[in-house]
Each structure stands twice: as structure tokens, then as C-alpha cells.
């Protein structure tokens, strides 16, 4: 990168435990043995206070990463595809996945992935499985783009699509896409005990993190801890989207 050009400055915002904005400037490559021939920057983890770690994975045709997060007990983990093309096997199972694509992986299945394209961005995700009772989450793969839209909280401006069964209560996760057209926002300010990590995909718009109105943009990241106050507008001409993780269907444990 070379020397700056200005005075170093950032829009990145982190609280320990509370909530944290880290934009794609800054982030550095952190060395995971399981992933070689890519940049993999760590963008969560709970070093911030988060319940799960999440990774940018950006890197040319032939990166691999192999049994990636084998080594931990009860780990399910999730990819999805930015840009490019990728190839994951999930035990003896192999897939193509393009633009879109994803793959869920509960914790007893194996899963590795080699970048097909050019170049390709890889979101990639983990946390602790909490089970209940005798259910078991499985294997869950598809495109995104191959999913319908609905509105959300009945808005004809907010959309949402689901990747994971929201009515299953062998999962203890979901990942989600919200969308919001120029002017659209949540019907009200938030608090909730769920944590989400947010990327944003597309667009701009206007975030209150506890009481903190702040712009995001695309390829920035949010994570927000339990009853942090959330909301956004959609600003500026093209859709304001993100993909977001959100723990559900459990309890809190004592």
C-alpha cells in the first residue's frame, strides 16, 4: 500500500461488548492455517464481545481452505459468496457456488472451499451450536438470488429474504439479506437480546448504533451486541443492502 497520502484517519468505531463499525479500510491479513492463497481478515470475533467470528476471505483462483474450523468441538459455520466463483465440499458432497451461493454446515460435517475464478470475496462464518433436545440441524445449500423477496414488517420500501427455515427449531441461527429502498427504514427503533453482524452489500445509508447516527456503506461491517438501540434509512439512489446474522430459537441460558 505504501505510504499515506494524508494524515491517517478512519471511520471505524469499536465498543467492547456494546457494538463496533469497521470499515473495509484498515482491515489487515490474518494468517489461519486451514486457508492458504487468500487475504482472511477477521472482521469479528469474541475478543469484541460477539457470540461468533466472522471473516472476509478475498483471494485469486486456486486458494483453498481445507476442513476449515475441524479442529473445534460443536462449531456449525456458514459461507456465502460475494463475488467470483467457489467450489466447497461438505464431506463427500462437492459444489459450485457463484455469486449468491451459500452453504450452512452443522458441527458434524466437514467444510472446505477452492476459489474457481479470477478473483473471488467470501464472507465466512462460525459459532457454538446450542442444542435442543434431540433436533439436529442439516446441510442447507442454494443461491440467494434463486429466493423471492417479501416486505418486511408489511413496508412496500424494506425487504427481506431468509437463507436458513425460520420455523425450525433444530437451528439456533439464521442469516438474513435486508434491503431498503432510497427512504426506507425500520418501522422503529430496536432493542433487542439478539446480536447481529452485518456487511453491507450495496448502497448508503443512515445507522443509529445506541445513540449514534452514523453513514455506512457498502463493504463496511457492523456488529451490534444484545440490546444495543438499532434502525437505519436507505439514503442515497440505489438500494441500501446488507447480509446479517442473528442468533434465535434458544432461550438464554442462567
Known sequence: MGYPTDLLSTRAIVKPGLWAVIP???LVNNVIPEIKGAKVSIICSPKLGAGFTQYIVEGASGAIGKELFSSEKDVESFIYVISGTVSVTI???KLELS?????????????SFEILSQNAKLILYKQIYIPYKELKPYVIYGNINDI???PYDDMENVFIKDFLPTDDLAFDMNMHILSFKPGGCHPFVETHVQEHGMYILQGEGMYLLEDSWMGIKK????????????AAY???TE????????DCNRDVLM
Open 239 to 246: 438500494d441500501f443492502t446488507y447480509i446479517y446474522s442473528k
Open 24 to 26: 473495509k479500510t484498515g
Open 99 to 111: 455469486e449468491g451461493g451459500y452453504v450452512y454446515t452443522p458441527c458434524d460435517e466437514s467444510l
Open 91 to 93: 464431506g463427500d458432497e
Open 148 to 150: 423471492k423477496y417479501r
Open 219 to 230: 463493504d463496511d461491517f457492523i456488529w451490534m451486541g444484545a440490546f444495543c438501540q438499532q
Open 234 to 236: 436507505g439514503v442515497g
